[in-house]
């Protein structure tokens, strides 16, 4: 089946520190992978995708590289603001397995002055 | 574009009523929308998939007579909760999946609605 692995938070930075948030998937083909963010309170907001092998997408200063050779979507941020404390999760979905998004557990960062 | 709106944002019932939670694309149609539920400090489960026009598809484990789905337009899907437990209390977030080629296969997610249930 399909599954997403994050690793577990909570995530706590001072600001101005870089971020990386750990994300790796098994699929039985060939997904598109997300990064959802959730702020406190609110619903999930796409932060960025990437649909096929080595793409990198990008938003707000945040990163993440299709890495098929070790089915990973790791997320990056140079310089994370207090304002990035919030949930991440990282998830796929397979076009033709019924669409359905497949999500990591999440994980929380707290970023603090 | 692309926004997905939900009502009410919060809700508190008592125990034993229903409770209804609107979930609406508001500048695209969306010919699928996605019923989750989200618990504290955990992941979405997704509970349902609805396609306009038709019955929905339950995932494995969630209870269709409680958990009733109507997805009577393009734009609309309710969920109401039948005869409400505080063990229906959770976070109920929706989404909605575009019929436009460019939206086909992200989706785009209302902000969610909090039931806790007296």
């Known amino acids: 089946g399909n599954s997403v692995t994050q690793m577990e938070g909570p995530v706590t930075l001072s600001e101005e520190a870089f971020l990386t948030i750990n994300c790796t998937y098994t699929?039985?083909?060939?997904?598109?992978l997300f990064w959802y963010v959730q702020y406190p309170g609110e619903g999930l907001q796409l932060l960025l995708k990437a649909t096929k092998a080595d793409d990198k997408g990008s938003n707000k200063g945040f990163e993440a590289t299709y890495r098929k050779e070790t089915t990973s979507f790791h997320l990056e941020k140079g310089s994370v603001q207090v304002s990035d404390s919030a949930v991440y999760f990282c998830a796929l979905i397979l076009t033709g397995g019924g669409n359905k998004l497949t999500f990591g557990t999440g994980t929380q960062l707290k970023v603090e002055l | 574009g692309a926004v997905v709106s939900q009502h009410p944002s919060r809700v508190i019932c008592k125990s034993g009523t229903s409770v209804k939670i609107e979930c609406r694309s508001l500048d695209f149609q969306a010919t699928t929308m996605f019923w989750y539920r989200q618990f504290p400090k955990q992941s979405l489960m997704l509970m349902a998939t609805s396609n306009e026009g038709s019955k929905a598809t339950y995932e494995q484990g969630v209870e269709k007579d409680k958990f009733l789905i109507n997805h009577a337009s393009l734009t609309l899907s309710t969920l109401t909760v039948t005869s409400a437990h505080p063990e229906d209390s959770s976070f109920y977030i929706c989404s909605a999946r575009g019929s436009d080629r460019g939206l086909l296969y992200e989706q785009y997610f209302g902000p969610g609605t909090r039931l806790t249930v007296t």
């Open positions: 699929a039985t083909g060939y997904p598109s």
